[in-house]
């Protein structure tokens, strides 16, 4: 007999547990599947997100972060301390205390909200049933109305470097390291390599990024990543373009790396080596064969705009699907399934998902690039404005960066904004909510900003994309 519900959700990370949530509070019946199990064989919820991605590399960010502004930056205030030492393992325990707390939290939600936890491996059978591979070896039969795939991302490898947890390590391991490496070597010059390299950098380690692309952060504006590029050179990153890693040994308990740049081989020696060069969809083993369900030829579940996969009646959301590998985009379209399932048309505005990389400082963007718009033969006018003129900005001694704002140049309309700077990410949160509405350039010029604020530097930004920024002089107007 297998048993039967509303809505099944296979997956607990912020896809597929929003998701759960969300479906419950509109009345239907669900069951989350879940088969991340810690040593006491408990369910995990939260998926990578909580427990090895967002939440625990933003503790590790933000410990370092402390530690740097200590041992570097306390002195410029006036204030004189003996250099701060870094325990590591109390680190590292802060950082699982909490993401203990909101797993656990999430534990809770899902019980208030009456979703069934079902522990096991989940797979889509046809006619929207699911089987599940219990802990305990023992196989269960569930059906639904509807089925969401949630399963996520998994860390992509690569031959010359095999991950082995110990020397070279993928996200996961980066995240454990007991002590300090004195060499760290980084694959990858992208989101996880720039956040991972940050924390153990600004602790002392050597950092040296081998990145295969010639551009840096390429799918990001290429004004504000070249100034990002800039001030990361100005910290402990060392970050070669054009390096394509051909090799790795292990020898006397370090890691040799061969890389190719240019018509030059070349070598390094580090303690530990993360490889980060991507993830990839967890479909293998998701679905049987006749379930209906196709993917393209990396492993992407196909769905519509709303989700919507090819099978009737089952849905695919988060890391599994086009679109970015970000939690908020996954929970998000979790919300947007439950409301669909629920008889609630939600759409989801994907030209306005944020995106972040936690660096010190951060870099934010929403929207188009300027050289997106370049090659869509958008005509388009720029505003740009540097922190190093904003009083906030050096009140607090973080003046480097800038915020830029793109506008279609006939309808003077948002079209995009990006920042590197401090607190970027929710710098440009304000323009997510501005471009949701549909926002002018004129817009924010018209609007109050509080003084002495980070925020200012939106203003003025959006003032310079007309050439009449009030704090610099402008040059002059496309
Ligand atoms: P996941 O979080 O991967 O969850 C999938 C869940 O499904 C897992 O719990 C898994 O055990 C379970 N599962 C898989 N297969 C089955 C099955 N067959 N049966 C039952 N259960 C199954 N994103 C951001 O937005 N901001 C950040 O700051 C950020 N930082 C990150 C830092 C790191 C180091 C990493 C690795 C990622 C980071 N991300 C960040 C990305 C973010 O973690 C992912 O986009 C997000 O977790 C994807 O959510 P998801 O629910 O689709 O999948
Ligand atoms: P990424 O795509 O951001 O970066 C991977 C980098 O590795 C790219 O620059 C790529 O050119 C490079 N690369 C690929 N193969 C290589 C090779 N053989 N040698 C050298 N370089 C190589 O991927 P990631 O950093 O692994 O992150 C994975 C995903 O996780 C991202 O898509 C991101 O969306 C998500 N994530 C998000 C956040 C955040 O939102 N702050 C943080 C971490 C991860």
Known sequence: MSKHYNVIIIGSGPAGYVCAIRAAQLGQSV??????ADDQNKPVFGGTCLNVGCIPSKALLDSSHKFIEAKDQFAAHGIAITPPKIKVADMLARKSDIVSQLTSGVA??????????IQGRGKLQA?????VAMLDGATLQLEAEHIVLASGSEPMSIPPAPVDNTLIVDSTGALEFTEVPDRLGVIGAGVIGLELGSVWGRLGAQVIMLEALDS??????????????????????????????????????????????????????????IVSVGRQPRTKDLFASDSGITTDERGFVYVNDHCATEAPGVWAIGDIVRGPMLAHKGSEEGVMVAERISGKPMQLNYECIPSIIYTDPEVAAVGKTEQELKAEGVDYKVGTFPFAAIGRALASGNTDGMV?????????????????GP???????????AMEFGSTAEDIQLMVFGHPTLSEAVHEAALAVDGHAIHMANRKKR
């Open 31 to 36: 069951a989350i599947v879940e088969c991340w």
């Open 108 to 117: 809770g939600l899902l019980k208030h909200n009456g979703v069934d936890v």
């Open 127 to 131: 006619q929207r049933k699911v089987e």
């Open 216 to 273: 840096f952060l390429p799918s990001m504006d290429q004004q504000i990543a070249k100034e990002a590029q800039k001030i990361f050179k100005k910290q402990t990153l060392d970050i070669r373009l054009g390096a394509r890693v051909t090799g790795t040994d292990i020898k006397e308990g370090k890691v040799e790396v061969t890389y190719v740049q240019g018509e030059k081989t070349l070598t390094e020696v580090f303690d530990k080596l």
């Open 404 to 420: 830029k704002i793109v506008a279609d140049k006939s309808t003077d309309r948002i079209l995009g904004a990006h920042c590197v």
């Open 423 to 433: 607190s970027a990410a929710d710098l440009m949160q304000q323009m997510v909510i």
